[in-house]
Protein backbone atom coordinates (compact mmCIF):
# COMPACT_ATOMS: atom_id res chain seq x y z
CA UNK A 1 0.00 0.00 0.00
CA UNK A 2 1.30 3.69 -0.76
CA UNK A 3 1.33 5.71 1.76
CA UNK A 4 3.59 8.27 4.04
CA UNK A 5 4.98 7.22 7.26
CA UNK A 6 5.75 8.91 10.21
CA UNK A 7 8.05 7.60 13.41
CA UNK A 8 8.02 7.68 16.33
CA UNK A 9 4.25 8.44 17.15
CA UNK A 10 5.24 9.89 20.33
CA UNK A 11 8.94 10.79 21.62
CA UNK A 12 10.05 12.36 24.51
CA UNK A 13 13.23 14.48 24.59
CA UNK A 14 15.24 16.55 27.65
CA UNK A 15 15.27 19.85 27.30
CA UNK A 16 18.58 21.17 25.13
CA UNK A 17 18.71 17.90 23.00
CA UNK A 18 18.00 18.03 19.42
CA UNK A 19 16.07 15.23 18.10
CA UNK A 20 14.79 13.95 13.92
CA UNK A 21 11.64 13.56 13.05
CA UNK A 22 11.40 10.79 10.44
CA UNK A 23 8.85 11.03 7.77
CA UNK A 24 9.20 8.44 4.77
CA UNK A 25 6.75 8.50 1.50
CA UNK A 26 6.43 5.65 -1.24
CA UNK A 27 3.63 7.87 -3.38
CA UNK A 28 6.57 8.84 -5.94
CA UNK A 29 5.45 12.66 -4.60
CA UNK A 30 7.66 15.13 -5.83
CA UNK A 31 6.79 17.73 -2.69
CA UNK A 32 7.02 16.68 0.74
CA UNK A 33 6.09 19.53 3.49
CA UNK A 34 6.52 19.61 7.55
CA UNK A 35 3.45 21.42 9.46
CA UNK A 36 3.37 21.79 13.18
CA UNK A 37 -0.31 21.77 15.00
CA UNK A 38 -0.80 23.64 17.73
CA UNK A 39 -4.32 24.14 19.92
CA UNK A 40 -6.50 26.93 18.25
CA UNK A 41 -3.53 27.75 15.88
CA UNK A 42 -4.23 25.09 12.66
CA UNK A 43 -1.33 24.12 10.90
CA UNK A 44 1.90 26.30 10.27
CA UNK A 45 3.78 25.16 7.57
CA UNK A 46 7.48 24.81 8.96
CA UNK A 47 9.34 24.00 5.58
CA UNK A 48 8.78 22.09 2.37
CA UNK A 49 10.29 20.59 -0.23
CA UNK A 50 9.52 20.67 -3.87
CA UNK A 51 12.15 18.65 -5.50
CA UNK A 52 14.99 16.40 -3.85
CA UNK A 53 18.24 18.22 -2.62
CA UNK A 54 15.82 21.48 -2.55
CA UNK A 55 13.87 23.36 0.40
CA UNK A 56 12.23 26.20 1.43
CA UNK A 57 11.71 27.79 4.85
CA UNK A 58 7.66 28.11 5.49
CA UNK A 59 6.01 30.33 8.02
CA UNK A 60 7.83 29.35 11.54
CA UNK A 61 11.28 27.54 10.16
CA UNK A 62 13.61 29.07 12.93
CA UNK A 63 14.79 26.45 15.43
CA UNK A 64 14.15 23.98 12.77
CA UNK A 65 16.40 21.69 10.29
CA UNK A 66 14.95 19.60 6.92
CA UNK A 67 16.71 17.68 4.55
CA UNK A 68 16.09 16.12 1.22
CA UNK A 69 18.85 13.75 -0.23
CA UNK A 70 16.20 11.42 -1.20
CA UNK A 71 12.91 11.79 -2.92
CA UNK A 72 11.09 9.32 -0.16
CA UNK A 73 12.68 10.87 2.76
CA UNK A 74 12.48 14.21 4.62
CA UNK A 75 13.21 14.31 8.01
CA UNK A 76 12.69 16.98 10.30
CA UNK A 77 15.11 18.15 13.05
CA UNK A 78 13.79 20.17 16.21
CA UNK A 79 16.93 21.49 17.28
CA UNK A 80 17.77 23.50 20.66
CA UNK A 81 17.24 27.32 19.59
CA UNK A 82 13.40 25.76 18.93
CA UNK A 83 11.64 27.22 21.97
CA UNK A 84 8.49 25.60 22.20
CA UNK A 85 9.33 22.47 20.84
CA UNK A 86 6.53 20.26 22.56
CA UNK A 87 3.68 20.03 19.66
CA UNK A 88 1.80 17.58 17.25
CA UNK A 89 3.82 17.19 14.00
CA UNK A 90 3.02 16.19 10.75
CA UNK A 91 4.57 15.69 7.24
CA UNK A 92 2.70 15.39 4.02
CA UNK A 93 3.29 14.76 0.54
CA UNK A 94 2.26 16.19 -2.76
CA UNK A 95 1.98 15.85 -6.51
CA UNK A 96 0.73 18.72 -7.47
CA UNK A 97 -1.39 22.24 -6.86
CA UNK A 98 -4.62 20.42 -7.52
CA UNK A 99 -4.64 17.17 -5.79
CA UNK A 100 -3.74 18.35 -2.46
CA UNK A 101 -1.72 16.53 0.16
CA UNK A 102 -1.61 13.06 1.82
CA UNK A 103 -0.60 13.44 5.67
CA UNK A 104 1.18 11.27 7.71
CA UNK A 105 0.10 10.28 11.12
CA UNK A 106 1.83 12.70 13.22
CA UNK A 107 4.47 12.33 15.80
CA UNK A 108 3.77 14.46 19.75
CA UNK A 109 6.73 15.58 20.34
CA UNK A 110 6.89 16.26 24.38
CA UNK A 111 10.30 18.10 25.29
CA UNK A 112 10.83 18.14 29.65
CA UNK B 1 -1.25 37.50 8.34
CA UNK B 2 -3.99 34.65 8.65
CA UNK B 3 -4.44 34.75 4.82
CA UNK B 4 -7.41 31.44 5.52
CA UNK B 5 -9.46 32.02 8.73
CA UNK B 6 -12.34 30.21 9.98
CA UNK B 7 -13.82 32.16 12.60
CA UNK B 8 -15.91 29.42 14.40
CA UNK B 9 -13.42 27.32 16.85
CA UNK B 10 -16.23 25.06 17.71
CA UNK B 11 -19.82 23.91 16.19
CA UNK B 12 -22.30 21.65 17.75
CA UNK B 13 -25.04 20.10 16.04
CA UNK B 14 -27.45 17.61 16.42
CA UNK B 15 -27.20 14.19 14.36
CA UNK B 16 -29.89 14.49 11.47
CA UNK B 17 -29.62 18.34 11.08
CA UNK B 18 -27.37 19.93 8.64
CA UNK B 19 -23.72 21.42 9.46
CA UNK B 20 -22.42 24.73 7.81
CA UNK B 21 -18.92 25.33 8.88
CA UNK B 22 -17.45 28.41 6.72
CA UNK B 23 -14.31 29.60 5.75
CA UNK B 24 -12.97 33.14 4.64
CA UNK B 25 -9.73 34.10 2.65
CA UNK B 26 -8.24 37.26 1.63
CA UNK B 27 -5.80 36.27 -0.86
CA UNK B 28 -7.22 36.75 -4.53
CA UNK B 29 -4.59 34.69 -5.94
CA UNK B 30 -5.94 31.82 -4.12
CA UNK B 31 -8.03 29.53 -6.68
CA UNK B 32 -8.08 26.11 -5.11
CA UNK B 33 -9.54 25.65 -2.03
CA UNK B 34 -10.05 21.83 -0.35
CA UNK B 35 -11.69 20.92 3.16
CA UNK B 36 -9.65 18.28 5.66
CA UNK B 37 -11.16 16.57 8.36
CA UNK B 38 -9.02 15.35 10.91
CA UNK B 39 -9.53 13.36 14.54
CA UNK B 40 -7.29 13.57 17.57
CA UNK B 41 -3.83 12.11 17.46
CA UNK B 42 -3.90 11.74 13.42
CA UNK B 43 -3.21 13.07 10.39
CA UNK B 44 -5.93 15.35 8.31
CA UNK B 45 -7.69 13.52 5.47
CA UNK B 46 -8.61 14.81 2.36
CA UNK B 47 -12.76 15.48 2.71
CA UNK B 48 -13.66 17.61 -1.02
CA UNK B 49 -12.12 20.23 -2.92
CA UNK B 50 -13.33 23.36 -5.13
CA UNK B 51 -11.50 24.80 -7.67
CA UNK B 52 -11.93 28.49 -8.52
CA UNK B 53 -13.92 27.97 -11.68
CA UNK B 54 -17.21 26.31 -9.81
CA UNK B 55 -19.26 27.82 -7.11
CA UNK B 56 -20.39 24.64 -5.72
CA UNK B 57 -19.15 20.85 -5.25
CA UNK B 58 -20.57 17.98 -4.31
CA UNK B 59 -20.02 14.53 -3.01
CA UNK B 60 -22.46 12.44 -0.98
CA UNK B 61 -23.08 14.26 2.27
CA UNK B 62 -20.59 16.81 1.66
CA UNK B 63 -21.24 20.30 -0.39
CA UNK B 64 -18.44 23.04 -0.73
CA UNK B 65 -19.64 26.49 -1.69
CA UNK B 66 -17.48 28.90 -2.75
CA UNK B 67 -18.08 32.57 -3.43
CA UNK B 68 -15.78 34.47 -5.28
CA UNK B 69 -16.89 37.98 -4.47
CA UNK B 70 -17.12 37.28 -1.26
CA UNK B 71 -13.80 35.21 -0.64
CA UNK B 72 -15.71 32.46 1.51
CA UNK B 73 -16.49 29.28 1.30
CA UNK B 74 -18.55 26.88 3.26
CA UNK B 75 -18.94 23.50 3.96
CA UNK B 76 -22.12 21.59 4.20
CA UNK B 77 -22.43 18.26 5.97
CA UNK B 78 -25.72 16.79 5.64
CA UNK B 79 -27.18 14.82 7.57
CA UNK B 80 -25.19 14.96 10.49
CA UNK B 81 -23.75 12.00 11.82
CA UNK B 82 -21.91 11.05 15.04
CA UNK B 83 -18.87 10.08 13.04
CA UNK B 84 -18.43 13.24 11.24
CA UNK B 85 -17.29 15.08 14.57
CA UNK B 86 -14.01 15.67 14.32
CA UNK B 87 -11.54 19.49 13.25
CA UNK B 88 -12.27 20.79 10.16
CA UNK B 89 -9.53 22.07 7.91
CA UNK B 90 -10.39 25.22 5.27
CA UNK B 91 -7.28 25.33 3.25
CA UNK B 92 -6.01 27.15 -0.32
CA UNK B 93 -3.70 27.00 -2.61
CA UNK B 94 -2.88 29.38 -6.12
CA UNK B 95 -0.99 29.17 -8.91
CA UNK B 96 1.98 31.74 -7.14
CA UNK B 97 2.21 29.26 -4.56
CA UNK B 98 2.13 25.95 -6.43
CA UNK B 99 1.14 23.11 -4.30
CA UNK B 100 1.70 24.73 -1.11
CA UNK B 101 -1.55 24.75 0.99
CA UNK B 102 -2.18 27.82 3.61
CA UNK B 103 -4.64 26.38 6.19
CA UNK B 104 -6.99 27.98 8.48
CA UNK B 105 -7.50 27.55 12.13
CA UNK B 106 -9.81 24.62 12.10
CA UNK B 107 -13.40 23.99 13.64
CA UNK B 108 -14.16 21.73 15.91
CA UNK B 109 -17.50 19.42 14.88
CA UNK B 110 -19.44 18.06 17.98
CA UNK B 111 -22.54 16.14 16.06
CA UNK B 112 -24.67 14.84 18.93
CA UNK B 113 -26.61 11.80 19.01
Known amino acids: DGGITQSPKYLFRKEGQNVTLSCEQN?????MYWYRQDPGQGLRLIYY???????QKGDIAEGYSVSREKKESFPLTVTSAQKNPTAFYLC???????????FGSGTRLTVV | DQQVKQNSPSLSVQEGRISILNCDYT??????FLWYKKYPAEGPTFLIS?????DKNEDGRFTVFLNKSAKHLSLHIVPSQPGDSAVYFC????????????FGEGTQLTVNP
Open chain 2, 50 to 54: ISSIK
Open chain 1, 49 to 55: SQIVNDF
Open chain 2, 91 to 102: AASGVASGSRLT
Open chain 1, 27 to 31: LNHDA
Open chain 1, 92 to 102: ASSTGQFYGYT
Open chain 2, 27 to 32: NSMFDY
